[in-house]
């Protein structure tokens, strides 16, 4: 009896083009250029070059003034389905705890280590090598396949919310995000920031009678915000969710929160509040429920002065100014039974999830934008050191890139047939 491998293989040898050390090399260069959110530049335009000299129809987008993106497109013959490989190119901050250059990658153990590999170089150059093994093999499909390179995702999705904006759309997308190949994730969190600024009123550390410490004042905020409870009823697949943190506070003197003034007492200061949300909630009842956790508090301190604003003020560099929407794409999706069945194929066994991918999903990822846009969205891409601290997480494992990009071709084969 044939099984699905052998069935297959008879079809198709689309895998026979995705070598190992290529997408090993490849990767290797990516990790070479540092790309921290709003510093993308210079890999987008190395990206751009990378795909015109083979040929690709190339987009450099301007998601601000002189910040890019590249999209690239392997155009097929125009009477199929088109797919769209997302990564972004922006990186986590770099780490303390470094004994070798994070910028200078090398192999241990069957790993690539490296700032940046994690997430998600490592899964673009998985998701582009499972493309350029079309352009190898000199194979058109019918529909096209888009390979989105995209800034600013570790900001919200800056660089995804621009492209659904642009106008562009496909009929599925799988991001290589580090969930591990065994896990089709097809639920997942929504992300939302929000800056809460106390104001007081400053003077001398000589003459404080008449003052009011904002930094006092946001201390008992803080404190208050731990019992926060929000009203929306628990999901058994995300049973943690709703989370919050407070994770980062900044206070001193004027509106440049002044941190050199010490001898006066401070007149503002600001938190960030990340929360991490159910589908079904919105950011209008997150709001809400944070504001009716709060009343007791300016009910029994005349002057506690808060604001709630949303996105964070610009001072937090970096900040998010966009909401990610929880996802939840049924698992009947056609892009969802494809890859399954192609993992199936190419791992010789069954996915190990399909749907909530814990604790990863607990977070949120670009595919909120397409989700919201109308593309079902999946990610699915190689493992990675993503929930270990420091330089020891700085990795993909080497295997898995291949078996990602194997299962992406012979999916991208099938849909865009």
Not at 65 to 90: C, E, F, V, W
Not at 238 to 245: A, E, Q, S, V
Not at 356 to 372: G, K, Q, R, T
Not at 378 to 387: A, L, S
Request: proline share 6%.
């Amino acid at each position: 009896m044939t099984d699905k491998r052998e069935l297959r293989e008879m079809k198709s040898n689309i895998t026979d083009y995705i070598d190992e050390r290529e997408i090993v090399e490849f990767a290797k260069e990516l990790a070479r250029i540092p790309s921290f959110k709003e510093e993308e530049t210079p890999i987008a335009r190395f990206l751009e070059s990378w795909f015109r000299e083979r040929g690709y129809e190339v987009e450099l987008q301007e998601v601000e003034p002189g910040r890019y993106q590249t999209i690239a497109r392997l155009k097929g013959t125009g009477n199929g389905r088109s797919l769209m490989l997302n990564g972004h190119i922006d990186i986590n901050s770099l780490t303390t705890g470094w004994d070798r250059n994070p910028w200078e990658p090398w192999e241990d153990d069957g790993k690539l280590y490296g700032h940046g590999l994690q997430n998600m170089k490592g899964g673009l150059a998985t998701m582009i090598m499972a493309a350029e093994a079309f352009r190898k093999a000199g194979r058109k499909l019918s529909g096209d396949i888009v390979v989105a390179c995209v800034a600013g995702e570790t900001q919200g999705g800056v660089g995804t919310s621009y492209l659904m904006e642009s106008g562009l759309r496909t009929d599925a997308a799988i991001l290589t995000e580090p969930f591990g190949p065994g896990n089709i994730c097809t639920m997942h969190a929504g992300i939302i920031h929000l800056g809460i600024t106390v104001k007081g009123y400053s003077g001398h550390i000589s003459r404080m009678e008449n003052t009011i410490h904002a930094i006092n004042k946001m201390a008992g905020l803080v404190k208050r915000l731990e019992t926060l409870k929000f009203s929306i009823e628990a999901n058994p697949q995300l049973p943690k969710l709703p989370l919050h943190n407070v994770g980062s506070i900044i206070g001193g003197r004027g509106e440049s929160y002044s941190l050199a003034e010490a001898p006066y007492v401070p007149d503002i200061c600001t938190i960030v509040l990340d929360v991490h949300f159910l589908p079904g909630q919105t950011a209008d009842a997150i709001i809400d429920d944070i504001e009716r956790h709060l009343a007791p508090l300016k009910e029994a301190d005349p002057e506690l002065d808060y604001a709630i604003t949303l996105p964070p003020p610009e001072i937090i560099k970096g900040r998010r100014t966009i909401v990610m929407e929880s996802v939840d794409v049924p698992v009947d999706s056609d892009i969802v039974r494809i890859v399954a069945e192609n993992y199936e194929v190419v791992a010789g066994k069954k996915p190990n999830n399909v749907g909530a991918v814990l604790p990863l999903s607990y977070s949120a990822c670009d595919s909120s934008s397409l989700w919201a846009a109308g593309i079902p969205s999946i990610n699915y891409g190689p493992t990675t050191g993503i929930n270990l601290s420091g330089p020891e997480g700085a990795y993909v494992a080497i295997d898995e890139m291949v078996e990602v990009a194997k299962v992406i071709a012979l999916s991208a084969e099938e849909f865009c047939k």
